[in-house]
Each structure stands twice: as structure tokens, then as C-alpha cells.
T-cell receptor, first 114, second 110 residues
């Protein structure tokens, strides 16, 4: 399977704990996006990378959130001191160079903060 | 006002019906537009891009109205398998940040 993969698929954690999610994009894709989606809403942009450079970060993104893409391949999204409001589906997508290119989404990581 | 707005529905239609959804956007500088489809508990997948002159792909037609700042999706001869949530996406700004609407739910019944 050469699509976008995400790990883990599900995560249950207690409030205050740190969590880290991983995304492996399609191999030849340079752009990688992170989104958050809650029930009944569309995906909300969090941040994106062009190769290893993080080029844009949502103003809505708390400083508890950090993302990396150290070698321009896989990416990690870390949430520190999780809150119940962080419960959501975290989606990763990748695309080729142009922002107008199709984004291919991974299956998502569903986070539940108790 | 939200940047991208969609009627959440659900639109409940019989097989064979024609149904249309609109999506309005607030930023007149928006440059690119897309429709994605999302099945229940699945990831979004591109349905079609929206070109200035309008475009068609089989039973699906997408149109852009820049003057009124909306895009539309028309589905003809609806199939049961068309049941899904349809998300509009708008790219805006120098960085082309994608903004998704909340989606419109379509239910096609026999």
C-alpha cells in the first residue's frame, strides 16, 4: 500500500498527558499537512510542511502543539498537556509540489482525552 | 462570518434524482476550489477540482461564480453509493492555505 499512513489509529489518554502521532506521506510528495476534524465539521488546517520546512501554522494552534518533519519524509505531531477539548480526529495529508495538487489523506488518528 | 460556508443538510433524495449543493466563501482573493467526498468514518478524497469555466465529470458538474463568491456541485441521476458528506475546499492567500467547509450530507434512498 503506497498511500498515506498514520499511527496509531486510535489513542486514549488522560488529561495532562503528552501524545505523539506519526504520519508517513506518499513517498514522492513534498508537501505534508496536518488537520484536526471534530464531529460534524470539516477538517481544520493546523500546519503544513514543504519538505522539512514548516511553512505555515494556524493561528488557532495552541503552543501545546508542535509538529516536525526532520528529514522531509515522515512527520510527527505532538500534543503536550492534553485537554479534553483536544479530542478529535487528526488527519494527515500529502501532495506534490504545487498547493493546487490533490491532497491524499491518511486514515487519521482518533484521539480521546479523558 | 465563516470563511467557507456550507449547508450541512442532510439532503435526502431518491435514487435517480438530481441534487445541487452550494458553498460560499468570504475571501474574494481565493484562488483555487475543490470538492472532496468523505464517507462515514473515512478520510476525505478528492472528487473534483472546480475550474473558472465550470467542469463536468460524468454525473458530476462543478461551477464557480466569482461575482457571488460561491461554488456549486450538481449530481445527476443519484446513486445509493453517492451517499456521503461533500466538502468544499478553498485555497486562499500567498501560501494557499486550504480551508474546508463543514460539509453537506447527502443521503440517497431507494
Amino acid at each position: 500500500d503506497t498511500g498515506v499512513s498514520q499511527d496509531p489509529r486510535h489513542k486514549i489518554t488522560k488529561r495532562g498527558q503528552n501524545v505523539t502521532f506519526r504520519c508517513d506521506p506518499i513517498s514522492e510528495h513534498n508537501r505534508l499537512y496536518w488537520y484536526r476534524q471534530t464531529l460534524g465539521q470539516g477538517p481544520e488546517f493546523l500546519t503544513y510542511f514543504q519538505n522539512e520546512a514548516q511553512l505555515e501554522k494556524s493561528r488557532l494552534l495552541s503552543d501545546r502543539f508542535s509538529a516536525e518533519r526532520p528529514k522531509g519524509s515522515f512527520s510527527t505531531l505532538e500534543i503536550q498537556r492534553t485537554e479534553q477539548g483536544d479530542s478529535a480526529m487528526y488527519l494527515c495529508a500529502s501532495s506534490k509540489d504545487s498547493p493546487r495538487e490533490t491532497q491524499y489523506f491518511g486514515p487519521g488518528t482518533r484521539l480521546l482525552v479523558l | 462570518r465563516k470563511e467557507v460556508e456550507q449547508d450541512p443538510g442532510p439532503f435526502n433524495v431518491p435514487e435517480g434524482a438530481t441534487v445541487a449543493f452550494n458553498c460560499t466563501y468570504s475571501n474574494s482573493a481565493s484562488q483555487s476550489f475543490f470538492w472532496y467526498r468523505q464517507d462515514c468514518r473515512k478520510e476525505p478524497k478528492l472528487l473534483m477540482s472546480v475550474y473558472s469555466s465550470g467542469n463536468e465529470d460524468g454525473r458530476f458538474t462543478a461551477q464557480l461564480n466569482r461575482a457571488s463568491q460561491y461554488i456549486s456541485l450538481l449530481i445527476r441521476d443519484s446513486k445509493l453509493s453517492d451517499s456521503a458528506t461533500y466538502l468544499c475546499v478553498v485555497l486562499t492567500g500567498g501560501s494557499y492555505i486550504p480551508t474546508f467547509g463543514r460539509g453537506t450530507s447527502l443521503i440517497v434512498h431507494p
